[in-house]
């Protein structure tokens, strides 16, 4: 019977062990009092542990940016579309981005994305593919007060922040096979 004993006991703490060296389920902040809509990735991405970067895509009430979010692993190739601002290049391959291809009104858009008017023009769509493990941050948008008195609220529209920096020496830039998409803006 000492044997089983023993047995028994290696075997609990074995699995304890495991338990301990498991990945951390990933965490989910919010950077308000209450943010709307339901965090949702494709399955083509892994919840990861990433606190700086999740740091970075939180916004502040009235200051745009992510309301909620949660970060994630893609385990392949995702495509992704970005709006934004043809007469400044650097930001086609910007932060901020989507799963599904944006279509409607710019003005609509830009309540449901929350860019105020002088953060971009939003005249050009681009659609590229996220490489296969890079980390982004999935979320909602938080609220964002423009300059021209301008306010738009907390959104349940998905938005996807990738940690892109064409300004960076080197860029660090994590998405390939980019093409614009035309015609943009859509008319009705």
Known sequence: M?????????????TACAATTTSVPPTQHTAGPRCEGTIVAPDSLVPVVDEPLLASSLGQINEGKLCQGRT??????????????????????????????????VEALRASLEVCP???????LSECTL?????????????AQCQSNVHYNISAVPQVYI????????????????????PWPETP
């Open 72 to 105: 994630y692993r893609a385990l392949t190739p995702v495509r992704v579309y970005r709006l934004w601002n043809r007469a400044q290049s650097y930001t086609q391959l910007g932060r901020w981005w989507t799963f599904e291809r944006p279509h409607g009104p």
């Open 131 to 143: 490489t296969a493990g890079s980390h982004v941050v999935v979320g909602t948008g938080q609220s």
């Open 118 to 124: 002088e953060w971009s023009p939003l005249d050009v």
């Open 163 to 182: 940690p892109n920096d064409t300004r960076a020496t080197p860029a660090q830039v994590y998405v390939t096979d980019c093409r614009e998409l035309s």
């Open 2 to 14: 000492p044997t089983l004993s023993r047995t028994l006991a290696l075997s609990l703490w074995l």
